[in-house]
């Protein structure tokens, strides 16, 4: 039985409704949170998306009828009350808005029954992901899920309107665009009207978002939707939604102050943290040289020292041999956990192993001043004495160790860091700290392709001082890259652009693509290029990572209406699935494996 | 050679630059429209986003290399200029926002040269669109587009805002979905890691808006990617987006009042349109009585009138034999076009025919007061009297009439009413006539399905008098439907929805469909439903449109930075295109053509 809502009104939401209220009456509509009859009173805590308030019900004032829907009452049912705002008869609710108030209802209308739900509507579920995401439309009704999407609107919102009053125009990019074989795995969409012709969703608007640039714009931006095929990690999801922007006749200097502003508006305006500004800046290289990552954490220091300056000519030779071959030493200084057991450190050296490394040297500093170390044997009291000195050690520190080539020495001991601010808690949770990561290398070597590959993409400019080593040591030249980096995880990222054929040329030729190949890959873009273009820059921000942080949730899947799952899937509506065969007829395609049956 | 703009900072975009800096030290840059030498001193006219600005490069202010680049200047080089402005020394130029000023040189650098374009960049293009959508990126440069993009980003900004402070959350669903069969046809997604298995990508976010209003959300909105994998016409894309929106707990009016607003202030803010409000409503069938048409054109009259009790005894066997069929017989009055030559009028009923007419009746009204008729001589003197007089015929007047049944006759003459005002130029242009149609019909009947069919879709509400129909007569039962119109275009619409148990199943069975199969298509709506729904509604525009009525176009690709034509093909990027066998055999599908051979 569904009542209609004719002849009224919704007047108020739920916490819309104060004690200024007191006296008057309201007309309110949302679910029953929880119904309960106490002495003939009947209690209702009714929910709608801006919290709760508590109806009472008593059969003086909804009649016999009314009174009997109100015993009908359970969790979950659609209804909606005129009453009048009382003050609270019994005790003060402290935890609710409306806590200091009920309405005395004076007629009820239910407007939708509801069946028991698989599991309760509550904050902080307990209930496992993989239920809840199959009935992800009761899944949001959680307060928590709703504050989320909540923000997530909220935080488009201001996004938006900032970049239009910064003179950026919002403009739709295709999402039924050209397959190109960079980058990730392409979704691809059969045609219908060309067969054995497909569409790729876009991974981004790259090559749109520059020719548009190419087209006068000057200042575009949109909130993308983005689409990888890749086997999703944790992180991850096959759609995936991008604040994209690009500029014209700017250097890195500009983009980064926009969006330095835009930042400090966005969190002063959602969660009310105050980004102090300018953001710091750092190079890649002094990023990898301080904390072994191109995204550092710098809520807390423990930062890597490199001793092999202090190491080169002792007796240890897993320090000595790697710098023999071109490697480093360094280390991290793990403040008073010069005490950690033995098993403890094992576990630190398993997860050393993980990323690469072949062991991890430890020194631990006693109370008393005694040393215990996994190489004490192979250097002199001197040696030793030189090494905690350069790593600062005090009675009580635990000194970690990792001796290889930079790359795993950085990869060890970046994560290793991270590793024991988490296990020991040292990270405050209450704070952001933002970084600009600049200075990218241009290149790095792919050893699956065994070629130089773009580490931003193809487009990106090198620094100009190290234009010249384009010809000498490419490997060594040096991006106008940007990363933009919250608490440790890479929120946004973008380059300034090559605009200069000659310098395109190059690039190209040293990604090993000979010009028939970069025209095949990048055709509409060159040849955009050839009727003057300005030079550009851009960057793009992963919306569905910088909600999660403003959040504080741990995953994606928690501040995305409807996500999908590791293989892709929704558990709600059981996307993908088998379609008609006449469907798959009028694209001309087949199911290999069915045809092979 | 393209120089870098190290150093210089861009100040002003060119119509920034006003007589009142006068004196003043500026740096724009652009690109150069055109370029003259006149006496030794160069001309440039610069154009950015904004408009276009003079330049003049005498030697003496730039040097010699200075002026040696203004020399080489042609039409879309890039550069960037630093100069001083100055009164224009020449006669003001009426035609430019800049026409009383000119920028001086001191120094100009050439940020990126061009070779000559393929087409002229300037306002009203000549060249044929094939070619300009070729170079798409070229022909965004023209003033003309560039201001349909501006509008569009400025339309889509207003709306974001105005429904964030009506209280709307923007909220994304997603892009790969489940196929459903009902509606166009889908364009597919073959998943990889579910071999056989596709996903569709949304005709709209139908489904998924209703469900975030069962989970509570209350209000939601969203400037949506909608895709149609159906055979192009005129004005239609195989992607386009729709401003979309749902709201819970309201009733038509509410659902009116807010997109009445929306609409205002839209108009008012973007092209300086004032929308009087309230907007005229019209029942569906007031609108087919009077206009012949269910999204009528106000802007001039000419409606049509039935005649049938006129002419119901009269001697004319096609009127009569309509009649008998069950039809009708109106006619429109050509205020003024009774000396239109035999010539046109066959024409006129050739143009019938194409709507299904078997012919077209039609008399003339001499200025002398006589009759010049198609059927004159099946009828008395006095029934062509009475037949004038029913149609407030006058001197100089032309009658056109239709006999069939009423879905042909309304057709017909709701086709040759706008005819004849387009051919006799009878539209006031400047007019913005909006326009509710509401009380649809509910189902209409599908000939090809032979089955009833929902007219709008199958969950849109029946009107509270009619629900009693559904059992005794469910094809003359109206819906809670409603079309928003302008100037005879719709460019939206929506419906209550149905939230109840009983009212859906009765909707089912009466489309013909199973339980099974309704739980098939539709089964994760349906069963959120038994969780507690609220009361709901929708609407969406057809943004597309929507601009290009905004910006007096008369294609929407004139409002899309990247259409595609007529065989879904984009000209510049060669979408749709082959791909390799690598990505094929990774998703498990084939090529039947292929596969044949």
Redesign the interface.
Known sequence: M?E???GLH?TH?CTQVTSSNIGEEVTV????QKSRNKGGIIFVDL???SGMIQIIFEAADVKAEGFAKAEKLRS???I?VVGKVEARSGAVNENLLTGDIEIRAKEIRI?????T?PFPIEENSKTKEELRLK????D??RPDL?EN??L??KA??IT??FL?EEGF???????????T?EGA?????????????????PQSPQL?KQ??M?????RYFQIA?C?R?E?LRADRQ??F?QIDMEL??V?VDDVLDVNERLLKKLFDETIGIDVSLPIQRMTWQEAMNRYGSDKPDTRFGMELKDVSETVKDCGFGVFTGALENGGSVRGINAKGQGAMPRKKIDALVAFAKDFGAKGLAYLSIGEDGSYKSSFSKFMTEEELEALVTAMDGEKGDLLLFAADVNKVVYDVLGNLRLEIARSLELIDKTKYNFLWVTEFPLFEWSQEQNRLVAMHHPFTMPI?EDLELLDTNPAAARAKAYDIVLNGTEIGGGSIRI????VQEKMFELLGFTKEESYERFG?LLN????????HAGLAYGLDRLIMLMAKEDSIRDV???P?VK????L?????????KK?L???????????KE
Not at 111 to 115: F, G, V, Y
Not at 585 to 595: G, H, N, R
Request: net charge negative.
């Open positions: 569904a209609s809502m004719k919704r939401r509509m949302g679910w029953v929910r709608d998306r979950e049912f659609v909606a407007l939708s029954e509801a069946q739900p009935y992800r439309y009761l949001l009704r709703q999407i909540i997530r609107s488009v919102n938006r309107t239009a125009l919002e403009i739709e990019t295709p999402i039924l665009q050209k397959s074989p795995r392409d979704y691809l969409v059969p045609s219908r009207v060309h067969p054995g012709s497909f569409y790729a969703l749109f020719l548009l190419c087209s006068g714009f000057d939707k689409f095929d086997d096959p759609e939604t014209s006749f250097d100009e605009y200069q054929d000659d509409f955009a290029f050839k009727y003057g273009v300005p030079p995305i209406a409807f999908k293989d892709a899937s929704c709600m509506s059981n996307a993908p699935d088998v379609v008609d469907q007829e009028e694209l001309d395609i087949a199911l290999v494996s069915k045809t």
